[in-house]
Nanobody, 118 residues
Framework: QVQLVESGGGLVQAGGSLRLSCAASGSIFSGNVMGWYRQAPGKQRELVADVTSGGATAYADSVKGRFTISRDNAKNTVYLLMNSLKPEDTGVYYC????????????WGQGTQVTVSS
């Protein structure tokens, strides 16, 4: 099992920045993927960005150039730096962990609210 604890959400004006953090604990081994998803009201949960333990990253087109995902493997923590925030970035952001030891398995954090006012 893996436990994920998120922090860093909040209310920010359009054009502002926020940084999200997610610390993982439990059955952590190399070869995993950590990432962030978000869910806006009335919409499906979507991938924002993810990063492998080797440092390879992937981003949704809507956040490229504005968001940066990074991780500290020594701390089992993933970060999401969000710049130039837009009202459409509003939603609940969920940390996600996909372990190397179980292909279909994934674990979720409790979610943190990000609200961008116009």
């Amino acid at each position: 099992q893996v436990q994920l604890v998120e922090s860093g959400g909040g209310l920010v004006q359009a054009g502002g920045s926020l940084r999200l953090s997610c610390a993982a604990s439990g059955s952590i081994f190399s070869g995993n993927v950590m990432g962030w998803y978000r869910q806006a009201p009335g919409k499906q949960r979507e991938l924002v960005a993810d990063v492998t333990s080797g440092g390879a990253t992937a981003y949704a087109d809507s956040v490229k150039g504005r968001f940066t995902i990074s991780r500290d493997n020594a701390k089992n923590t993933v970060y999401l730096l969000m710049n130039s925030l837009k009202p459409e970035d509003t939603g609940v952001y969920y940390c996600n962990f996909r372990p190397a030891w179980c292909s279909p398995c994934q674990f979720w954090g409790q979610g943190t609210q990000v609200t961008v006012s116009s």
